[in-house]
């Protein structure tokens, strides 16, 4: 018999139901997001790239137009971002703006990530650079900025990965499918969730929250289904973005689903339906899967 969840676990179900939490923490939130997920692909793509040190260098290579494109972005946009230079002082630029912005400094295990742009900030006055290009972005734009990461990173590495790992886009929807459940299994225990629709479309825009997916959303749910539907994430808009991309992150919203017992479909993309939102549809899971995964959960 689960637990009942804890009082801490209620108040933090409570906040993200109500979509309340301060713009400073969702900042944090998403940074620590994109270090855990960096993280995640390190040691999920290892295997396939020559072990830890190789995927490593993978990744951080596969970063840097990403981050030289966000770079350009917010020179655009801020004036406290100078123009991005291609020199060695230009790309060290680049990795303590985007360093700081991810907040690099409280996940120090995550500064391989930017050992292509010379690494993230670490002395006082390399910290004092990053805040001094950080200064003419408020709370919310630096939570916006890092909520663009996530997507572009995907495209990033479905661009320039297969080159070495041809099954790039398999492999990472099955990393995304598999994250997926271990995070719908842990939510539900903590949570004190029964296997309700209602409740898994809750977690669902948990996940999606912090990360702006779907930003502005709408839904509803019954005994057995649900739907839930929602305007452009904040990479649509991104080059190379496309429907295959939506397919892939799908899997993460998959795998939360199956830890339900439900059957996530992906309905439509305005990728590829076009119009303005997406939408998502969850039913039952029938069979053999069910069975693996009732197995699994008592596991």
Same mark, same amino acid.
């Given at each position: 018999?689960?637990?009942?969840?804890?009082?801490?676990?209620?108040?933090?179900?409570?906040?993200?139901?109500?979509?309340?939490?301060?713009?400073?923490?969702?900042?944090?939130?998403?940074?620590?997001?994109?270090?855990e997920w960096f993280e995640l692909l390190r040691r999920e793509l290892g295997p396939h790239l020559g072990g830890l040190a190789?995927?490593?260098?993978?990744?951080?290579?596969?970063?840097?137009p990403l981050f030289q494109r966000r770079h350009d972005v917010l020179h655009a946009r801020f004036r406290s971002v100078p123009?991005?230079?291609?020199?060695?002082?230009?790309?060290?630029?680049?990795?303590?703006?985007?360093?700081?912005?991810?907040?690099?400094?409280?996940?120090?295990?995550?500064?391989?990530?930017?050992?292509?742009?010379?690494?993230?900030?670490?002395?006082?006055?390399?910290?004092?650079?990053?805040?001094?290009?950080?200064?003419?972005?408020?709370?919310?734009?630096?939570?916006?900025?890092?909520?663009?990461?996530?997507?572009?990173?995907?495209?990033?590495?479905?661009?320039?990965?297969?080159?070495?790992?041809?099954?790039?886009?398999?492999?990472?929807?099955?990393? %995304?499918?598999?994250?997926?459940?271990?995070?719908?299994?842990?939510?539900?225990?903590?949570?004190?969730?029964?296997?309700?629709?209602?409740?898994?479309?809750?977690?669902?825009?948990?996940?999606?929250?912090?990360?702006?997916?779907?930003?502005?959303?709408?839904?509803?749910?019954?005994?057995?289904?649900?739907?839930?539907?929602?305007?452009? %994430? +904040?990479?649509?808009?991104?080059?190379?973005?496309?429907?295959?991309? %939506?397919?892939?992150?799908?899997?993460?919203?998959?795998?939360?689903?199956?830890?339900?017992?439900?059957?996530?479909?992906?309905?439509?993309?305005? +990728?590829?339906?076009?119009?303005?939102? %997406?939408?998502?549809?969850?039913?039952?899971?029938?069979?053999?899967?069910?069975?693996?995964?009732?197995?699994?959960?008592?596991?």
């Amino acid at each position: 018999m689960a637990r009942p969840p804890t009082l801490l676990a209620r108040g933090v179900r409570e906040v993200f139901r109500r979509e309340q939490i301060p713009t400073r923490l969702l900042w944090w939130f998403a940074a620590e997001g994109m270090a855990e997920w960096f993280e995640l692909l390190r040691r999920e793509l290892g295997p396939h790239l020559g072990g830890l040190a190789g995927a490593e260098t993978a990744l951080a290579a596969v970063a840097v137009p990403l981050f030289q494109r966000r770079h350009d972005v917010l020179h655009a946009r801020f004036r406290s971002v100078p123009a991005r230079a291609d020199d060695l002082a230009g790309r060290r630029d680049t990795g303590l703006l985007l360093g700081g912005l991810l907040r690099i400094a409280r996940k120090p295990e995550a500064r391989w990530v930017f050992g292509e742009l010379g690494g993230a900030p670490r002395t006082v006055a390399e910290h004092l650079r990053a805040e001094t290009m950080m200064q003419g972005l408020s709370l919310h734009d630096r939570w916006v900025e890092v909520t663009h990461h996530l997507g572009e990173l995907l495209v990033a590495m479905t661009e320039h990965l297969p080159a070495r790992l041809p099954r790039v886009r398999p492999i990472l929807g099955e990393i %995304c499918t598999a994250a997926g459940e271990r995070f719908g299994r842990k939510m539900r225990l903590a949570f004190g969730m029964d296997a309700s629709p209602a409740n898994a479309l809750e977690l669902l825009r948990m996940s999606e929250y912090v990360f702006r997916v779907n930003p502005s959303h709408w839904g509803d749910s019954g005994p057995t289904t649900g739907w839930l539907e929602g305007t452009a %994430c +904040p990479w649509y808009a991104s080059p190379g973005w496309n429907g295959a991309h %939506c397919g892939i992150f799908g899997q993460f919203q998959s795998g939360i689903s199956a830890a339900f017992g439900l059957r996530y479909h992906l309905t439509s993309t305005i +990728p590829k339906n076009g119009g303005h939102t %997406c939408r998502i549809d969850v039913r039952p899971i029938e069979g053999d899967r069910l069975v693996r995964l009732r197995r699994g959960e008592a596991a």
